[in-house]
């Protein structure tokens, strides 16, 4: 089968598309047929070191994948050949989203929302899980907290905001000015625009910060927290900023969830969550999609097609 594969660490030029050995499913497993595989930050910043991933012995790049079940292996009972599903394979090992073919265990993927493309469900797993575990799991959001949302218009970004609107909460996030309308259209109440303002300086009394940047972003967002209110910081631990009395803060690392996939889609179907995609590429151009996404500017998801 077609994948790209990183045949040395380093810059997006180190991707290359090859022919390697299809896998075969195993026990609890299934075989996906890829049609569209989302791009994120994890996937370059990986691919420029090799770091934190567990890889295999050809290192496949990507995780989130959509697409259609081709084979069950044994004691497999949610699925059938035929099946379209959506899903993060193993993350934070190796998936290999980037290929034509993927294994993974049955509970990492979930029925593919009816009402998205391939493309657009492609762009949800990774994003959308980690915006539902750090608001609802871990942060616990709630009707009427003020939920306060940084790079509002990126890949987390724009998921969070729609799903602590569908949690009930008022939304402010921020984004260049470029992207309010968009970003508004959402579902954010309020938008700040950070080249213009500090965010600390006009906004106060939130219950919860989803800070998607790190480093003095953190720092800065914990003066905006009411007494009570929780940071949730994505980057790293090392950006987990010590938290004063009242308030706390903590570090969410996004995990295969076969439960919270059928949350996203049932938000997607019930018309309060849709994936925003900024650039669509063919898989043989993988390294012009991190060359895009390195630049930070994207609104939204980039996606690969591999039909």
């Not at 990986?46 to 496949?60: C, E, K, Y």
């Not at 000015?177 to 625009?193: N, S, T, Y």
């Not at 969550?273 to 991190?290: G, W, Y």
């Amino acid at each position: 089968m077609r994948a790209v594969v990183v045949e040395q660490w380093g810059g997006p030029e180190k991707l290359v598309e090859r022919e390697v050995e299809r896998p075969e499913p195993g026990l609890n497993e299934v075989l996906v047929r890829v049609h569209a595989a989302g791009v994120n930050p994890v996937d370059w910043k990986t691919r420029a070191s090799g770091a934190l991933i567990a890889w295999g012995d050809v290192p496949v790049v990507g995780w989130d994948v959509s697409g259609t079940v081709e084979a069950v292996g044994p004691g497999v009972g949610i699925f059938r050949p035929g099946d379209e599903v959506f899903g993060m394979p193993h993350f934070p090992r190796q998936a290999g989203a980037y290929a034509e073919y993927v294994v993974a265990p049955a509970r990492h993927l979930a029925p593919k929302p009816a009402s998205l493309t391939h493309v657009e469900a492609a762009a949800l797993p990774l994003a959308g899980l980690t915006a539902w575990q750090a608001l609802v799991d871990t942060a616990g959001v709630r009707p009427g907290d003020r939920v306060l949302v940084h790079a509002a218009a990126g890949g987390v970004g724009h998921l969070a905001v729609q799903i602590a609107k569908a949690l009930g909460a008022y939304v402010i996030g921020t984004a260049s000015a470029a992207k309010h309308e968009l970003v508004r259209e959402l579902g954010a109440d309020e938008m700040i625009d950070y080249r213009a303002a500090r965010f600390e300086e006009a906004v106060a009394d939130v219950d919860v910060v989803l800070d998607g940047l790190g480093g003095e972003t953190a720092e800065r967002s914990m003066k905006v927290l009411r007494p009570g209110g929780r940071l949730i910081t994505l980057p790293g631990p090392d950006d987990v900023p010590a938290a004063p009395e009242g308030v706390s803060a903590a570090w969410v690392m996004v995990e295969p969830d076969h439960l919270g996939l059928r949350e996203l889609a049932a938000l997607v179907e019930s018309g309060r969550l849709r994936p925003v995609v900024d650039t669509v590429l063919p898989l043989a151009e993988a390294a012009k999609a991190h060359t895009i996404g390195e630049r930070g500017r994207t609104t939204g998801k980039i996606v690969l097609t591999v039909d």
